[in-house]
């Protein structure tokens, strides 16, 4: 039987669509499926070359699943040097530390698509030294933006050496696009790090963890159907404004819409996108956090689909879920055999 999402939206089955369906049963189809989705991201960021590299060794192995991944993965910490992150040491390493108890909790509560944490809980306060003073760590990303309304919560408990007064707010699930008010042409979460340590690489896990079964699962669903619900709230009509793209009609540099997704005819995706409501959204950004969400959902509903063969462990992870659509899904796949 085909799992029914539309629990978590209206949209989610039209949102999958555009990065197809998979049986991850087969491993032809898993295969197929997850060298394209990587692919695109890379393609989009710019480890394209590194990818290539890492998966053409890959034809032979068993478990296509795990070893695209750890190669994906692979590729991306490979490239990462490349792109000269500004930081200085002490910087990096703070946000290192931090993000792995982000992670962590993330990961306990079934949150980790976005986390947001009283930053003086976390190791170093979320504060790195700079000069004679301390300065924090991540960007203070709490004002209303494409993610969310706004997260102003409670205040830190204890006095922040750096001046945090909000939580720390970070979108792990759309990685390196991190942050609700910074939808800029480069993900922000690709400038964490310096020459000799590199969170961002981290960053690149937590998000591609919600690529596999297990991660999915662990997931609370509903969180990121409230963050894409807002999210395409705002775009949906922005993007209706612009044209369909036409074949041997769209002149060339046109902005358009071509399979749900932003394109630009014979040009440069990299310089376009849109002016809305809640600042600057380019196009780059918009593509890859729309896919980001798609396949969160395309990996929901196939892990679903196949879950009376997965091991004993993840049919546990389902049934014993926070989430009371995935808890109901998967006790009616597993029902019927």
Not at 27 to 50: C, K, N
Not at 229 to 246: D, I
């Amino acid at each position: 039987m085909t799992p029914d999402l539309s629990c978590y939206g209206s949209d989610i089955k039209e949102l999958v669509d555009l990065v197809g369906d998979f049986d991850l049963r087969s491993p032809m189809d898993v295969h197929a499926w997850y060298r394209l989705e990587w692919q695109a991201i890379a393609g989009t960021l710019g480890f394209d070359q590194e990818l290539g590299e890492a998966l053409a060794p890959l034809r032979a192995v068993q478990d296509r699943l795990a070893a695209t991944h750890q190669a994906a993965l692979s590729a991306f910490a490979h490239w990462l040097p490349r792109t000269r992150p500004g930081l200085t040491d002490s910087h990096a390493r703070v946000q290192e530390t931090v993000l792995s108890a982000l992670i962590a909790r993330g990961q306990e509560r079934g949150e980790l698509w976005r986390v947001s944490i009283d930053p003086t809980t976390l190791p170093e306060g979320a504060c790195y030294p700079d000069g004679d003073g301390m300065l924090r760590a991540f960007y203070p990303d709490t004002a209303p933006g494409y993610f969310g309304p706004g997260w102003s919560g409670p205040p830190p408990r204890a006095e922040s050496a750096c001046g945090w007064t909000t939580l720390l707010v970070l979108h792990l699930g759309t990685f390196p696009w991190v942050y609700s008010t910074r939808l800029e042409a480069t993900g922000p979460g690709l400038r964490w790090g310096s020459r000799e340590v590199l969170p961002a690489a981290q960053g690149m896990q937590a998000m591609a963890a919600a690529m596999t079964p297990e991660g999915n699962l662990r997931q609370d669903a509903r969180q990121v159907a409230a963050i894409w619900s807002h999210f395409a709230e705002l775009t949906r009509p922005l993007v209706q404004r612009l044209p369909a793209y036409q074949p041997g009609r769209t002149p060339p540099g046109q902005l358009c819409r071509r399979g749900g997704l932003l394109y630009v005819h014979q040009g440069s995706l990299h310089l376009a996108g849109l002016n809305g409501s809640r600042g600057w959204l380019s196009a780059p950004a918009y593509n890859y956090v729309t896919r980001r969400f798609a396949c969160f959902f395309a990996v929901r509903r196939a892990t679903l689909r196949a879950l009376a063969a997965q091991q004993p462990a993840l049919r546990r992870l389902a049934e014993g879920s926070a989430d009371p659509c995935l808890r109901e899904q998967a006790e009616e796949v597993l029902r019927a055999g």
